[in-house]
Each structure stands twice: as structure tokens, then as C-alpha cells.
């Protein structure tokens, strides 16, 4: 499992609640460190691919953003970032209907694009992307044995990869 390192809570012109949240693979026990980000900061989601390509009708996307670095604690959450694996981090984008959290994007954060803005006030700028590129290398191994065996063969890829172990169970994905 994982637990939530970093949080966000922040409202949308609109006044709607988002919420991003980094969770840390290596902890679990929830930090719940709070960090603030820049107005221009906010999550952002980006698509990848041709949507209107028939033959890849999937599209993978990713989500950016930007956090201050304000504390000790924020600091050591940059240190620990450059000096570990991919894989260790994921971030998790919400917003509130009402009193319930809707998930809105999931995904492992990524090195590649990851920097640090040294300026009076650092800000660290990461990126996260989907498990969409993960399901290229799992092996579908279960006999098909229903007539409709497409909705199985990506419940069955889903929960392999590692966004669905971490935060989903069975019973999400509807296996």
C-alpha cells in the first residue's frame, strides 16, 4: 500500500474544492504534510495521442503541477524525489461533490520532467502519468472462457497494474 506524503486542498474560480494528493510507497502512515502551490501550479491534465485515430481509440494522459517548497518538510520530500526509484510516488487528483472526493486522475509520478525553479521561493515542478503504458507489459494469462471477454481481459490487466494494487481493491475495478 501507500500513504499520502503531501496534500493540496485548493478552490477553483468557481469556488469548487480540488484536492491533489502525492502518495509515498515506502510509508504507511499518512503524513499529511499540506504544500501550496502557485497560482499557475494547479494540476493540469495533458492527452496523449490522436483521438481521432480509430485504431488507438485509448489515450494516455499525464498531469503536471507545481508546489513551493516553503518548509523542512517539503525540502526532504525534494530530496527523497531526485534520490529514489520511479515508482516510489504517485499523485492523486480530486474534487469535492458535496462531501465526497471524485477522483479525476491517478498516476506514478515521473522523473524525466521533474525540476527544481531555484528562485527566491523554489518551486518544484513533477509530473505523473497513467498506467495505460504499463499494461503493454503484462502477460494476460487466464483462460477466456465467456462469449465477452474484452470487459475481463482489461479488468484482469488493470488490477495488475500498479496504480489499481495500490489504491483500488477487486470490487473497484469490478472483478
Not at 499557475?40 to 483521438?51: F, K, M, R, T, V
Not at 509520478?109 to 509530473?127: C, Q
Request: aromatic share 14%.
Amino acid at each position: 500500500m501507500s500513504a499520502v506524503r503531501l496534500k493540496s486542498l485548493y478552490y477553483s474560480s468557481e469556488n469548487i474544492a480540488y484536492g491533489v494528493e502525492i502518495h509515498d510507497t515506502t510509508i504507511d502512515v499518512d503524513a499529511d504534510i499540506d504544500f501550496d502551490m502557485p497560482l499557475s501550479g494547479a494540476p493540469s491534465l495533458q492527452y496523449e495521442g490522436d483521438e481521432d485515430d480509430i485504431f488507438s481509440p485509448i489515450l494516455a494522459f499525464s498531469a503536471s503541477m507545481t508546489m513551493w517548497l516553503e518548509t523542512t518538510a517539503h525540502t526532504l520530500f525534494y530530496s527523497d524525489f531526485i534520490n529514489s526509484k520511479e515508482g516510489r510516488f504517485y499523485m492523486r487528483c480530486f474534487y469535492m461533490d458535496g462531501a465526497t472526493e471524485v477522483e479525476y486522475f491517478i498516476g506514478k509520478v515521473v522523473h524525466d520532467t521533474a525540476y527544481l525553479e531555484d528562485s527566491e521561493m523554489p518551486t518544484f515542478n513533477i509530473r505523473a502519468i497513467d498506467a495505460l503504458m504499463e499494461l503493454k507489459t503484462i502477460d494476460y494469462t487466464q483462460e477466456l472462457t465467456l462469449a465477452s471477454y474484452t470487459d475481463i481481459i482489461v479488468k484482469y490487466c488493470l488490477m495488475k497494474s500498479t496504480v489499481s494494487t495500490l489504491f483500488y481493491t477487486d470490487d473497484a475495478v469490478g472483478i
